[in-house]
């Protein structure tokens, strides 16, 4: 029976050429003394132009500002004719960067569509000037060389649109240690008042009168930067309540604010409906005036603001009832269309990503994963409730501020916390010793111990329609954003601390425990396990490494000295383990741990990969692999929020992009590589991420972006439909493509199903093949392999199954036989050990033996190697073992024959290489009676009992 294979990667996330003959340079942010700033240089052009033959630009910059590195350039196609950096003369301010590229014969052209031709590097000096240095394209060299291109006769123009860039020099972020302290906003009287954790009024900070104070939010510094929603400006408090600086114009009116990771201010501004990015010294990045451009519209009315510890931010878009999430670069990477009236009015981010959410008009709060999607609804709550504000405390426990605080825990209904003093609170925060705190309208604050039990003797009296919104305390840079650091200096984590039950901000309030180690990683080479891990800033006595085996049985590795932060466990037999790794200093720690899955089947290692797409880096979604034989890039990943295309190299570096083909730019998602498609050049099926009203559309684009057409000679784009037909809806997953069969497979819009349709039919679904993953998580991404037999009676499916019921989210990777349209699991493999800060994966391909996974809540590429069941000695893959397995073997050997997908299925004997040895073995069984039977898995597959360096994939 010869066998497909198709791969699965669960989640499903929702989310035109380029301008007339334009070359650009990006603009970034930077601070003094930075190093390796890169700046990309983009070409687009027309549609309509016949193609260009080449292209010279000549690069300035001002040296008291910007010293050059590199210039690094990207397109295969294309050689640098001439390159010349020039050495400022005495007198001359300007180094000059000159290049012409011309296309070497015989000739090619460059298709319409967007490309990333180069990137310019800079170092900042130490005294660097302030604000926007320019880099720009001038006339330079001797002779000069100038901006222009070359059309396809030869003849040399000059761009449409040359759109200049450079880098912001940033003004230093203020120092400052953070507190325990409390802010508090009093609308009515214009003040900004300190409170410490029991209630002490340590100062108060003023601003303009009439200004209007509202929102809140300290950084890791220290510094309290507060929103005056009249005048459209954010001040920034020192600790004392001193005015620091001068105040920030936002807008029309400054709502909420929160602070990101690397301490940038995020603003609302609830009349004009946008988001502002503001520096930790105060400059704006992105708004009015916007040194990187304007305020990003998010829509109407946006109230809450918050971000994860991978700097994107999620905002409330209260008045058309959706949430809206940004990348740390402003671009939009995913969309939540609520019910109408929803309000959504108050965000809060827990460690692990997950996202709470208050919907004022519903009396309603949701958990919500990273990728928008629905985890749990909680109420509604009693008419009238109005909830707003949201805190977290611990990891998964939410307070919300509504008629009543009201306290929510997974799996639980709403909690009423019904004390005297505290109806209609005004607004909601937690201290370091984890109790919260409520506001209400007669100017007073009231402290709740965890259990929801008032801990003031008297509230406290603070101001005049004092508020809380945001972070009022540094409680989410400690549990959220910089939960790795030490904040009070005592030697113990923030969320060790935490986690603990004692004060990050309070050196005297440490634990009576040993910390932990943290960031714990497992990876695989053999029989090799290595483990990886850091240590707390203090050095225990010893470190103690126990391995549990999937029954429980346990035996304990060698103990190492407490310095130590890497250890290695070899040897280790097949199976399924979990290792604690315990510090020691007169106590154990409490443990961390990592699991592995040892044995062909198992990962085998995992390698993250940054991919390195500058300022246009969104949520990655889905990667498409190229054959090492075709020239030019070796992946191609979508983006589900900005739509780009990105071509990589490969080592996952962007040599070009290109926009999204589909009409308005609609984000892609799912992407798969053809190698017969565009006349044999290689071309890609992309898939739309609209929205869900809108038709499912695939579209085939060649390998810079321009449009296929179809076979009937239409315009290259097709709709999905089922027979009837019956139009798909909504926003596609992975995709993947047999090139024998002509065959896509495409994830469907809820993720509970997988398309196949026949290119040439036009979208056409004929088969449904339902989550083989179930209930518990929904499928992303598709990946096919094999020979296929053109029946889905006989295929494997390899899937993952991603987000779930679970807390934290399980991933697993599945094998999968489908017959008869119904799925069996044959084998699974573990993706939880890795030690990510996703909460979602997104697609995958499979090249030279690994799966490159992508991590879509932060554009990096999970590089797994893994490997599946197979039949011992079934060499050609038809399921069988029998003669034309050893003929097999034998071309391998000698005629340039191919491995197909499973090299560890031509090791016939098992002694861990395919070799000539292995075609007389399988003879010797075919043919000679009592000669052994093939080690197993065999005669059936299954997984290998020994390690082995070959790999299925």
């Keep these: 029976m010869r066998r497909s294979v198709l791969l699965f990667i669960s989640m499903l996330a929702t989310t035109g050429l380029g301008a007339q003959n334009e070359l650009s340079i990006q603009t970034k942010a930077a601070e003094r003394g930075a190093v390796g700033i890169q700046l990309f240089i983009g070409l687009s052009h027309d549609v309509g132009f016949p193609g260009l033959a080449g ?57 319409p569509g967007s490309y990333t031709i180069a990137r310019a590097v800079y170092d900042v000096p130490l005294l660097a000037p302030f604000g926007l240095s320019d880099v720009i394209f001038a006339p330079v060299g001797s002779p000069p060389v100038e901006t222009l291109f070359a059309d396809a006769a030869g003849m040399d123009f000059p761009p449409d649109v040359v759109t200049d860039g450079g880098i912001v020099i940033l003004e230093p972020i203020p120092q400052g240690v953070i507190e325990n302290q409390l802010w508090f906003p009093n609308g009515a009287d214009q003040t900004v008042s300190i409170v410490d954790p029991d209630g002490l009024v340590l100062a108060t900070g003023s601003g303009a009168p009439d200004l209007n104070p509202g929102a809140v939010a300290v950084g890791a510094n220290g510094i309290g930067w507060v929103c005056f929603a009249d005048s459209g400006t954010v001040l920034r408090f020192t600790p004392d309540g001193t005015v620091l600086g001068n105040p920030i114009a936002i807008g029309s009116s400054a709502t909420s604010v929160c602070i990101g990771p690397n301490n940038n201010a995020w603003v609302t501004d609830s009349v004009a409906g946008t988001l502002s ?12 005036g916007g040194a990187l451009g304007p305020a990003i519209v998010v829509g109407p009315n946006p109230q809450g603001v918050a971000s994860d510890r991978l700097g994107n931010v999620w905002v409330a878009v209260t008045g058309d009832s959706r949430l809206k999430k940004f990348n740390n670069n402003g671009a939009l990477a995913v969309v939540v269309d609520l019910p109408a009236l929803s309000e959504p009015f108050g965000i809060a981010i827990a460690r692990t990503g997950i996202v709470w959410v208050t919907l004022r008009g519903t009396e309603m709060v949701q958990r919500r994963g990273s990728d928008g999607s629905l985890i749990e609804t909680f109420g509604p709550l009693p008419p009238g409730s109005n909830p707003e504000g949201v805190v977290i405390r611990g990891a998964n426990e939410a307070w919300v501020a509504a008629d009543l605080p009201y306290r929510f825990a997974p799996g639980a209904p709403p909690d009423p916390i019904d004390a005297v003093g505290t109806p209609d609170p005004t607004g909601i925060a937690i201290d370091g010793n984890g109790r919260i705190w409520i506001t209400v309208a007669d100017g007073t604050a009231h402290r709740f111990d965890a259990d929801g039990t008032p801990a003031l003797f008297n509230p406290v009296t603070i101001g005049t329609l004092p508020s809380l919104t945001g972070d009022a305390s540094g409680m989410i840079q400690a549990s959220v954003l910089r939960r790795n650091d030490d904040f009070d200096g005592d030697g113990f984590p923030n969320v060790f601390e935490l986690n603990d039950g004692t004060n990050p901000f309070d050196d005297a309030s440490f634990p009576a425990t040993v910390p932990t180690v943290t960031d714990l990683s497992c990876t695989i080479d053999a029989q090799d396990v290595t483990l990886a891990w850091n240590n707390p800033p203090l050095v225990y006595d010893s470190i103690e490494i126990r391995r549990f085996d999937s029954l429980g049985g346990f035996i304990d590795l060698p103990p190492l000295a407490g310095d130590v932060e890497l250890a290695v466990d070899s040897g280790v037999p097949l199976g399924a383990f979990t290792y604690e790794v315990v510090g020691v200093l007169g106590l154990p720690s409490a443990p961390a741990t990592c699991g ?61 992009l290109f926009d999204s083909p589909f009409q308005g730019l609609v984000p892609s998602t799912g992407i798969a590589f053809s190698p017969t498609g565009d006349s044999g050049n290689g071309s890609l099926f992309i898939a739309s991420g609209g929205d869900a009203t809108v038709p499912a559309q695939i579209v085939e684009t060649t390998l810079s972006g321009a449009i296929v057409p179809t076979t009937a000679g239409g315009a290259g784009l097709f709709d999905l439909s089922l027979p009837g037909p019956i139009p798909i809806l909504g926003s596609l997953g992975g995709l993947s493509y047999d090139a024998d069969l002509d065959t896509l497979y495409a994830v469907g819009p809820t993720g509970c199903e997988i398309y196949s349709m026949v290119v040439a039919d ?135 024959g191919e491995f197909f997908d499973c090299p560890l299925a031509f090791d016939v004997n098992d002694d861990g290489s395919a070799d000539i040895a292995d075609a007389i073995y399988l003879l010797s069984f075919l043919f000679i009676p009592g000669s052994p039977q093939p080690p197993m898995p065999f005669p059936d597959f299954g997984l290998s009992p020994t390690a082995s360096s070959l790999l299925c994939f």
């Design 55 to 111: 292209f010279s630009f000549g690069l300035q910059h001002d040296t008291a500002a910007l010293d050059l590195v590199d210039l690094e350039y990207f397109l295969t196609l294309i050689d640098p004719d001439f390159i010349q950096v020039s050495v400022p003369a005495v007198g001359t301010p300007f180094p000059t960067i000159a290049v012409v590229f011309a296309f070497t014969p015989p000739f090619e052209y460059l298709s």
């Design 277 to 288: 990015k503001v520096s930790p010294g105060g400059t704006v990045l992105l708004g009015d």
């Design 596 to 656: 592995v899955i040892v044995g062909q089947g198992g990962i085998q290692g995992a390698n993250p990969i940054g991919v390195d797409i500058g300022e246009q880096a969104t949520n990655l979604f889905d990667v498409a692999a190229v054959p090492a034989a075709v020239t030019g890039p070796r992946f191609y990943a979508t983006d589900s929020g900005s739509g780009v295309i990105y071509a990589l190299d490969a080592n996952y570096l962007v040599v070009a």
């Design 762 to 896: 036009a979208g056409l679904v004929t088969t449904v093949i339902e989550n083989p993953t179930g209930p518990a998580g929904g499928l992303n991404g598709v990946d096919f392999l094999g020979t296929a037999t053109g029946t889905l009676a006989e295929f494997s499916l390899l899937v993952t199954g991603s987000e779930g019921t679970g807390d934290p989210p399980q991933y697993i990777v599945a094998l999968v036989d489908v017959s008869g349209g119904l799925a069996t699991e044959v084998a699974s493999i573990s993706l939880s050990s890795l030690d990510v800060d996703e909460n979602v994966f997104g697609g995958f391909a499979l090249v030279d033996g690994s799966l490159s996974v992508v991590g879509s809540t932060s554009s990096v590429v999970y590089e797994v190697l893994t490997t599946r069941p197979f039949i011992r000695g079934d060499a050609n893959n038809d399921g069988a073992v029998q003669i034309s397995d050893a003929i097999s073997i034998l071309s391998a050997q000698f005629s340039a």
